[in-house]
């Protein structure tokens, strides 16, 4: 990955990126359900989910967020700090052999008020798949240091 | 784990339940950054993280949510749908050796106005480390189906 | 998993539950032969298997047992030891794809010379396909503590 | 590995051999309890494990059985065909950092009364940890060609 | 595997062996990524692929190389150092269900001019696929004890 | 990553780029050796190596090649392919917990006679421990699109 300074005056709201696209295999819902000890049926058993509505196995929700934000970590603002995540909807279900990229946009930069030496700054998530649909929203949240005169001591 | 189908009409805030504990190990490090592609220094450099204030590679947020998570899988409610989570917080660091586990807490059941046959149930989710320390919080958003008139076509 | 206390008084002969169920997957042919060292063509060389009677790779016996016990791994009981298994037969082979449940039932009850605090509970492990056709068997071996006086010291 | 084909007849009541050895790592322990679904507290939670007796995290059963068996798997036999296993017993725990290895020996040559053309061996698996203490013991079942007149048509 | 010591004067060259077969799995692309943390497209991203002249995802070369080196690794001579590899060239991509085995040959013995209780044994590796293509070729360099005065001190 | 198309004439001798660390684990080591089936007691008994000059387990000289490489896929260049590697030297051991990163320089740059629309960039892969010594060092060769005329039809 390539390490990035950028301060919070050097951020714009409606910047935006796309990652490459990753296809989500049989091997990642095996390796995330060993992961997270999460075996429900929906992910794992092909039999079950023959007689539902899908038809077939759906990924975890929990692994469509982690792989799709996993999908951003080309670059580092080590002047930037994660602290969560709002409004995370899982808005279609992904399956085998669907490919997934995540568009990243500044929606959102604001004072904060207890801490004068940072910005709130809001980037909005949204992971699509080979039809473009959007399978996954959310908002990332961080603090990412000042340039002015919070930066010194 | 164990199917107990519950209807929204049978649940009540305030019902709560803990998970058992799960030793996050350097392992779940290396696996959680092979299966998301998030290889960022501070969860793979021990040496740059001796450098930093916390002396040390701290968790990925993506993988205390989706272990977090995880370790609830236990039981299914087949009439519960998941359709997200909001005020997803990353509150404290998880080091490889501490051991986590998850407290649910229901701190919501609303109507759904769209759809008058589900209800809307919200599930605090707690991540704890092995000091009692919250390291994670989220609410997690459900529809579940009421028993009703509305089960009937 | 769920805890539940449960003395050997508390067991009957021909108790018995079920699993979900789990689709075997290539992943998990491939997790198993790097797990243990176990690369035999048999479970790994797709162009020899298509020469040999069963047509295409079949399952690691020791993944179908590992696989079919931990399916079980739902509910734990503190007052019981696992010691062993006795007649553990490989009865059919499992496939890529399969979707394999696992049926246990208790059908040994007996009291333990050497250790009259326990009692030696044999509990009938049948592993079964999405045909219904059991592909492993195996007596699995407890012993669990008694409630009556022997729990006093 | 290696293949080398022998008859039933080819063997002979001690022979014996003894694998290399392998440490079992914390990662082994994640992998398997990934891999099998079983995330019970023995096996995953060093800070509940500080107060059992052991005092510390113990191998799954079915890990130290399937990577034991493992270790053996150098050579093929192809006109051996495994079929199941007789008293497997668990003896001492494994921990973290054990090293184990196998040591096998032939300790049964039968007729088999259905099956003329093929002759029954059994093969003792005993696994051995650094202070040559036996954790593990196993009877392997196979079937073996016979050369003679059975296996000519 | 197997220890068999061999000196350098136990070489010769045009010696040669071949390894049992190895079908290269859609679950070796995912474990190789998240290894090695390259998740670029040619390897991950199946739509991407459909448009380029492969049509499909093609195997790391590291990856190709590493598992072919390994098929190797059944028989350790203790008395051999592999210090590196001459002209490796991916000559033709590994696709997902191609069936990889590895032949190796004895190509050089040659004296070591600094460490005459050496000497250097060069070995050709082969990878080919199902079709008897050749889709990797490295020349594999080992130092080798010699048994004669320069074993003894 | 970071899609950056360069043509032959971009480069230069001397352009060079270091990527951000990654200390290798025993998870590592357990994974490499699962992923190629190479369980050699170097990289796997810790008890047999306590006896041995290193003292103790030595990461797979092809584990620290494939991670080296991975660490620098964080930019693709469309225009360039890489066909191989020349001099891969094993130079000093990998140890458990040391942080590798790698320094690639470009040192070659030729026409290739038989395809006059590329040429042939040579790029030095250096991987260096945390104490700055160089642990492996190999030439990767790429083909290199030529802008001129070359690349028109």
Not at 54 to 64: E, K, P, Y
Not at 68 to 92: E, H, M, Q, W
Not at 136 to 152: N, S, T
Request: with cysteine.
């Amino acid at each position: 990955m390539i390490e990035e300074p950028r301060y919070f005056e050097d951020h714009a709201i409606g910047e935006a990126r796309e990652t490459t696209g990753r296809t989500i295999t049989e091997t990642d819902f095996v390796v995330h359900a060993g992961h997270t000890g999460d075996f429900f049926p929906h992910h794992m058993d092909a039999e079950f989910m023959k007689s539902q509505s899908f038809g077939q196995r759906i990924a975890h929700g929990t692994m469509v967020f982690a792989i799709g934000v996993g999908l951003t970590a080309t670059r580092i603002n080590p002047l930037a700090f994660s602290y969560g995540y709002d409004r995370l909807r899982f808005v279609k279900p992904v399956f085998i052999g669907d490919t997934i990229r995540t568009r990243c946009s500044i929606t959102g930069l604001e004072d904060d008020q207890k801490r004068p030496q940072f910005g709130k700054l809001t980037e909005r998530i949204e992971v699509l798949n080979q039809r473009n649909e959007t399978v996954l929203v959310a908002d990332h949240l961080y603090l990412v240091e000042r340039q002015g005169e919070w930066a010194k001591p």
